[in-house]
Nanobody
Framework: VQLQASGGGLVQSGGSLRLSCQAF????????IAWFRQAPGKEREGVSC????????YYVNSVKGRFTISRDGAGSTVYLHMNNLKPDDTAVYSC??????????????????WGQGTQVTVSS
């Protein structure tokens, strides 16, 4: 059972990236899936979350209007579409999921399964 995050890279300010979080041995159906990020010297920050039903989305204020979270129909992959990237978005991004039918939370404490991080670097 694991999550695998991918899609990070180096991009210029204003550019776009799409992060993917693929599940192995667990289905995202009826589970919240969140993206967190951590920049050097800063605390981990909840960036976005998609609800278990897949119809409610949460975003931290700093990414609203620029990032979009989505889930594929099979419930095995969640994406984070990142547009108009800024240098402040530079961080290691990780995906995580919580127990069946739990709700989205900004706190990392409820998430029990984490993918490895993928580095996003935005140059000015």
């Amino acid at each position: 059972v694991q999550l695998q995050a991918s899609g990070g890279g180096l991009v210029q300010s204003g550019g776009s990236l799409r992060l993917s979080c693929q599940a192995f041995g667990v289905s995202f159906t009826n589970r919240p899936i969140a993206w967190f990020r951590q920049a050097p010297g800063k605390e981990r920050e909840g960036v976005s979350c998609i609800s278990p039903a897949g119809n409610t989305y949460y975003y931290v204020n700093s990414v609203k209007g620029r990032f979009t979270i989505s889930r594929d129909g099979a419930g095995s992959t969640v994406y984070l579409h990142m547009n108009n990237l800024k240098p402040d978005d530079t961080a290691v991004y990780s995906c995580a999921t919580a127990k069946y039918r739990s709700t989205c939370s900004r706190s990392p404490d409820i998430y029990y399964l984490w993918g490895q991080g993928t580095q996003v670097t935005v140059s000015s």
